[in-house]
T-cell receptor, first 114, second 115 residues
Framework: DTAVSQTPKYLVTQMGNDKSIKCEQNLGHDTMYWYKQDSKKFLKIMFSYNNKELIINETVPNRFSPKSPDKAHLNLHINSLELGDSAVYFC?????????????FGPGTRLTVT | AQKVTQAQTEISVVEKEDVTLDCVYETRDTTYYLFWYKQPPSGELVFLIRRNSFDEQNEISGRYSWNFQKSTSSFNFTITASQVVDSAVYFCALPSGGGADGLTFGKGTHLIIQP
């Protein structure tokens, strides 16, 4: 069984559209994250979510919003997509907030905005 | 602020050579953790190792070894007898702050193992 899964793997859409990426983890972890990897492979944290507490990276536009229906899921919703949103988005999970816990990543979703 | 520097953008070696990937970090914390991740061409991110600042012993796992030196703020990764399957981008990372802040990653080193 896949530990952290994301759907879809590829997403191609036009500017201005709204889209969602789903993430599920079956590791029983308490904390989930969203990262963005740009075209130069640079990875940057977007959100951290633990037990209904959300930490938002200050650089993330408010067009991006995470939604967690339960502990095992953290979906990413993006409004009014822009060309600059094209990237690979990774979901991750860890056992808890503590900074010593390793994070396990999903396979990534490649978003292309045209 | 937390910072991770991987100065080697790309390394190319011939199979069976040993190769070392460098990682230098800056942290405001007195105790901290460091991580290495592998991103093969298929794109997923694979956790390799976690190290805490209390333990400066070198870690070895098969052909992989890690050298942590607190005095030089480095956490280098060596692959012995490299194989084509080791070709990937390797990232060094440390917590951005508390765990809730996620990880700060270096820019990665693209390792190419030529047959």
């Amino acid at each position: 069984d896949t530990a952290v899964s994301q759907t879809p793997k590829y997403l191609v859409t036009q500017m201005g559209n709204d889209k969602s990426i789903k993430c599920e983890q079956n590791l029983g972890h308490d904390t989930m994250y969203w990262y963005k990897q740009d075209s130069k492979k640079f990875l940057k944290i977007m959100f951290s979510y633990n037990n209904k507490e959300l930490i938002i990276n200050e650089t993330v536009p408010n067009r991006f919003s995470p939604k967690s229906p339960d502990k095992a899921h953290l979906n990413l919703h993006i409004n009014s997509l822009e060309l600059g949103d094209s990237a690979v988005y990774f979901c991750a999970s860890s056992q808890g907030w503590d900074r010593g816990y390793e994070q396990y990543f999903g396979p990534g979703t490649r978003l292309t905005v045209t | 602020a937390q910072k991770v520097t991987q100065a080697q953008t790309e390394i190319s070696v011939v199979e069976k050579e040993d190769v070392t990937l460098d990682c230098v970090y800056e942290t405001r914390d007195t105790t901290y953790y460091l991580f290495w991740y592998k991103q093969p061409p298929s794109g997923e991110l694979v956790f390799l190792i976690r190290r805490n600042s209390f333990d400066e012993q070198n870690e070895i796992s098969g052909r992989y070894s890690w050298n942590f030196q607190k005095s030089t703020s480095s956490f280098n990764f060596t692959i012995t007898a490299s194989q084509v399957v080791d070709s990937a981008v390797y990232f060094c990372a440390l917590p951005s702050g508390g765990g809730a802040d996620g990880l700060t990653f270096g820019k990665g080193t693209h390792l190419i193992i030529q047959p």
